[in-house]
């Protein structure tokens, strides 16, 4: 058959074959499509996952190493404050239920504190008192002008 003589239905049906062709070519480019993106959103996911294991896993090392970090801080301000006080820096605070402080005062040295106390308080009032007075009355001076020396 010659290609320029073929009847009107012929090329309908060229037309039609055309068409379909094209069609499934969409189909199949669709499907293509569909699938490499399923399989990139599969990598994704995987890849993501990993993430969140590794910064949850990291999350939780630098919480461990702030956390050993601040007990040593913590133990290294209280020699400090030991040493401070005029402790050894390795003697640690007693437990008050273990056993009594050592260190309480005696009767003598509350009488001696109390006695201290009592004059600081005094000496306090009589110091306001004494800003309550009047201020004397101070003598007038003369302003004396010399000559410049020559």
Known sequence: MLWGLGSEGDEENRMQDLFENYVSDLNKLRDAFNNELTATAEELSKAMGNYARR????????????????????????????????????????????????????????????????????????????GDRKPQSVRPMTLVKSEPAA
């Open 55 to 130: 910064s949850e896993a990291a999350l939780a090392s630098f919480m461990e190493k702030v956390s050993a970090r601040g007990m040593e801080l913590e133990a290294s301000a209280a020699a400090r404050f030991n040493q401070f006080r005029g402790l050894p820096a390795n003697g640690g605070l007693r437990d008050v239920d273990d056993e009594p402080l050592a260190d309480t005062p005696t009767n003598a040295d509350r009488v001696r504190i109390l006695a201290a106390a009592e004059r600081a308080l005094a000496d306090g009032l009589h110091v306001e008192s004494d």
